[in-house]
């Protein structure tokens, strides 16, 4: 083939390509229901793929949210144990202006079985 021919055949390609009837002159038109199903088919991967890329990204953010309210949660937990301390409540009794201290030696039985 010279290159005249050649560049006549892609011309001829293009000009088919954008009159709409590439399908009928490569005699493709019989498969004309299986391209569209096939373009079908891409759409719906592609789609999915991005709502499972979504998915992902939501699920990721969500992790990073878990894993702050679980330090949040462990400082609560920390507070809380300090606040039920022996020595935190008698300092907080000594705050409010009480004289009751935590006893100085341990309770004695008044009666055993």
Known sequence: MSAGSVW???RNAFRALRN????L???AD???IHI??????????ILLSLQVDKTLAKAG???VALEQLRIHHAEKEAELVKLHSAS???ERLRELGSKATL???PATVIKTR
């Open 88 to 90: 935190a409540a008698e």
């Open 103 to 105: 006893p100085a030696e």
């Open 20 to 23: 709409g009837d590439l399908l």
């Open 25 to 27: 002159r490569v005699r």
């Open 61 to 63: 953010d969500n992790q």
């Open 30 to 32: 019989k498969y004309y």
């Open 36 to 45: 569209l199903y096939l373009f079908l088919l891409m759409w719906v991967t």
């Open 8 to 10: 006549s055949s892609i």
